[in-house]
């Protein structure tokens, strides 16, 4: 949610912080603004609507110096205008700042400041920190730094925070609490951005800034800081990324870029964890191993898994409900993050707990991930953000390397994630006992020909994109299946909804007549997934039941028959592999729907309205 962007160095700052801000972009925002310093005097830009608005305010009219920093909001306290976007001064302008995050006690702390005769300019939680910042920096001893300090002190709730003072043109004060913020140096200065690809361009070497550390950015060098001021030591994290995967190249959107991209997402997820077992030639001389996790007595002990996530990540841990349950035979339970850190849950020794986040600084995750630590449970995070909180608080971290995923909407990350918690499950299984020699290698050969069984699909995108081109403006839109379908209909439905603005729905299609086919007639397309052989005659039935009320039909099912062409209107074929791995394939053809129909409905499939890609607060 939102971006935080600042620069200081040998450069004109206001071109740094646009591009870094479009590079933000896919985390939602209503407005966008900069506040540069110049001849120690701050000077601020900012507007609602598009960063592009913005860069063509610059470009008539524009702001030099080198050093600022830069903000996307979405909005939460205060409309959408350009008095509420960020930044935020002071008074007298002497002190400018950003915020991502929600300041709980801000009511309290702007009652205070209005009886000490503080006039507000805007609706927003953020103007307090300025205000705040300032009334220590007047009244306490000229430190900026210290100034910030015992702000921090008053401020109850989530933050990530960019300062700069006029009196202190040489510096920018950064700080973070439950909001992301990194920070890095390169040869044209240093830098400071709410996630990895602003800083791509410039660096690949960054601090990810833990709770309550404060980085002073200077123009040739950074220091960490801890929440009183005192000096912190710490290496910086080496970025692999490829400043060129946060870009477009011949693609018109992100999204589809990154659809294109999931076949190396999951071959990169899969292959640093197939190993050669030189030591038992009767296994074909491969294993599943995972560096980050030594199967033990915790795994040989457990009875139940726990796996908890948020939306597009908590779908990934419905199938992999399905997948441990069948490969290990141990029972699993799936808790949206949000409810579980509420609901009282009952916590067990021998319980594994596994928490799934893109971003890895998904906030109900956190807080759910934080619940299970404090009794006393470990965790395994699945993420594909190295450096994330997620990755440095759980107890073992399993990266999914899917790269940047800059699209809103999850893709890539999702089906890497799939892919690593088949291989977690597929090798518990085998640790187990439950799975064996010819079986344990029949799936991982089957496993390490989805890549390019992805790449067959995706090189019949027009039988997608025709499709949509006759259906996407039904009304109701639902997605059904059974079993390992089950979750892949959920996920549709929500990258639909997500992006096309369209009733989308998902549900066990044995449900169709607890209450969904109520709904059913003319104005509804039903999409069936059906890849799981020993039901198809159970799914023929539900198919059958939505097309003789009127509903238009596509049914997502193996090459090589023909069960359900008498019945439906449309089928699309996925290459053929296992029935438990068809969540793998199945859901790049629901992918592409939800992106043509996006298209077709003129909608911006990598920028959805009311949403961000990072969902850092509740």
Not at 17 to 45: P, Q, T
Not at 51 to 63: G, M
Not at 299 to 325: H, L, M, P, Q, S
Not at 478 to 492: A, N, T
């Amino acid at each position: 949610m939102c971006g935080i962007t600042g620069f200081i160095g040998y450069e004109e700052a206001a071109p740094i912080l646009i591009r870094a801000l479009k590079k933000l972009e896919y985390r939602g925002y209503d407005s966008a603004g900069i506040a540069i310093i110049h001849d120690e005097k701050i000077f601020v830009r900012k507007m609602k609507g598009r960063i592009n608005l913005l860069e063509e305010s610059l470009v008539e009219n524009p702001l030099s110096g080198q050093a600022g920093i830069g903000h996307t909001r979405w909005a939460t306290h205060g409309e959408p205008s350009d008095i509420n976007s960020h930044p935020h001064t002071d008074s007298d302008g002497s002190i400018a700042i950003v915020h991502n995050g929600i300041i709980e006690n801000y009511i309290k702390l702007k009652q205070w400041l209005q009886s000490r005769g503080v006039v507000f300019l805007s609706d927003t939680d953020t103007e307090v920190i300025a205000h705040i910042i300032n009334h220590f920096y007047r009244n306490g001893n000229g430190a900026i730094l210290q100034a910030v300090i015992e702000t921090l002190k008053l401020l109850d709730g989530s933050y990530a925070l960019a300062v700069v003072c006029a009196d202190y043109p040489d510096r920018i004060i950064a700080v973070r609490k439950d909001s992301p913020l990194i920070a890095g140096s390169g040869a044209a200065g240093s830098f400071i951005a709410s996630d990895i690809p602003a800083l791509l361009e410039y660096t690949h070497d960054v601090y990810f800034l833990n709770d309550g550390e404060i980085a002073v950015l200077y123009r040739d060098h950074i220091e960490l800081r801890g929440n009183e001021g005192e000096i912190i030591l710490r290496a910086t994290t080496h970025i692999d990324w490829d400043a060129e995967s946060a870009v477009k190249n011949d693609f018109p959107h992100f999204m589809l870029k990154e659809i294109f991209e999931q076949p190396k997402a999951m071959e990169d997820a899969l292959r640093p964890r197939l190993k050669k077992n030189d030591l038992n030639n009767a296994l074909n001389n491969t294993l599943i191993d995972f560096d980050e996790i030594k199967f033990d007595e915790n795994w040989a002990d457990a009875r139940r898994i726990v796996i908890t996530a948020c939306g597009t990540a908590y779908n990934a841990g419905v199938i992999g409900k399905y997948a441990f349950e069948h490969f290990a035979r141990i029972p699993v339970e799936v808790d949206i993050a949000s409810e579980y850190r509420y609901r009282n849950p009952i916590f067990n020794k021998h319980d594994i707990f596994i928490v799934i986040s893109q971003s890895g600084e998904t906030a109900d995750t956190l807080a759910a991930m934080r619940l299970i630590k404090q009794n006393g449970g470990r965790v395994i995070a699945i993420t594909n953000a190295p450096g994330s909180t997620l990755s440095r608080e759980a107890d073992t971290t399993v990266y999914t390397y899917a790269g940047p995923e800059i699209a809103v909407a999850s893709t890539k990350a999702f089906t890497s994630q799939v892919m690593c918690i088949y291989l977690l499950a597929l090798e518990l299984g085998r640790f187990r006992g439950h799975i064996q020699g010819g079986l344990y290698q029949k799936y991982i050969a089957a496993l390490s020909a989805i890549p390019a069984q992805a790449r067959q699909i995706l090189d019949k995108k027009e039988v997608i994109q025709r499709f949509a081109s006759r259906q996407y403006n039904k009304t109701k839109m639902f997605f059904m299946g059974r079993q390992f379908d089950y979750p892949v209909s959920m996920e549709s439905a929500l990258k639909l909804k997500e992006i096309s603005y369209t009733h989308s729905e998902a549900f066990a299609a044995g449900e169709l007549k607890h209450g969904p086919i109520a709904l059913i007639g003319a104005d509804t397309l039903v999409i069936s997934f059906a890849t799981q052989k020993v039901l198809f005659e159970k799914m023929a039935s539900n198919i059958r039941e939505v097309t003789s009320r009127g509903a238009a039909s596509l049914v997502i099912t193996w090459e090589g028959g023909d069960f359900f062409d008498t019945i439906t209107d449309e089928t699309f074929a996925l290459p053929k592999t296992e029935d438990c791995f068809s969540p793998l394939l199945a859901v790049i053809p629901a992918q592409l729907f939800s992106y043509y129909c996006a298209i077709q409905r003129g909608n911006d499939p990598d920028k959805p309205r009311n949403l961000a890609k990072s969902v850092t607060v509740e």
